[in-house]
């Protein structure tokens, strides 16, 4: 999910193959957002998909594998067809799906991509998926604001991220939009801005880590990214 404009590393979009229709439909699903550069999607992504499923009581997650973020370095990052194909190398197809539907839309903003999944898909009651590391950087995405009053959002912990994001500055600022971790359940069902952290078992696994160590190399420390 880019936070600004497009990198330039998508190669275009899917070829028809895609569940999700760019044109949109009157499913009635609750569904999760998991955006990200799946770069590559790892066995982590699919853990977040999975307690996402359990804890908020989806019928789906969806993994918005992004067409480039901004945050992030274009060195080393693979061309958009090979990460989707990663992504759906952890996804079941079901529950979990793997999608380019944003470079397909051609939005440039997270903002932009959930309001235009809103209007496409009015039946679908979605929460937003992040590590509490995107908590912590939520201030630099572009308007911000408008993506809490558009989504719930469900925060999940990240080893060396959590202080910092619950106490950092969106998270301030949505205190009192917080829900308590046992109400997580009815979350999509919540008008936003609505939030919830979601206690659970920390992963260290890393995109980053698994490219080092495909290269033969791994990065010091557990999560560096």
Request: net charge positive.
């Amino acid at each position: 999910m880019t936070r600004g404009p497009a990198s330039g590393t998508s190669s275009g979009p899917s070829s028809g193959t895609d569940p999700l229709p760019v044109r949109g439909d009157k499913r009635r699903l609750r569904v999760g957002l998991l955006g990200g550069s799946f770069n590559p999607a790892h066995a982590g992504h699919r853990q977040v998909a999975r307690l996402a499923l359990a804890r908020l009581r989806l019928d789906q997650v969806w993994l918005l594998v992004s067409p480039g973020n901004p945050l992030k370095p274009r060195n080393g990052m693979a061309p958009l067809a090979d990460r989707l194909d990663s992504a759906r190398g952890i996804a079941d197809g079901r529950r979990i799906v793997a999608t380019d539907i944003e470079c397909r839309l051609r939005t440039r903003y997270t903002r932009d991509t959930l309001l235009r999944l809103r209007q496409l898909f009015p039946c679908v009651r979605f929460v937003w998926l992040m590590g509490a590391d995107g908590l912590a950087e939520l201030p630099r995405w572009r308007r911000w604001r408008d993506i809490v009053r558009a989504v719930p959002i469900a925060v999940l912990p990240r080893p060396g991220y959590n202080h910092r994001a619950l106490s950092g500055a969106a998270a301030r600022r949505l205190a009192h939009a917080r829900h308590p971790g046992d109400a997580a359940t009815g979350l999509a069902d919540s008008a936003p801005p609505a939030w919830v952290f979601l206690p659970a078992r920390q992963t260290d696994i890393s995109a980053t880590a698994l490219r080092s160590s495909s290269r033969g190399t791994w990065p010091e420390g557990p999560g560096s990214r």
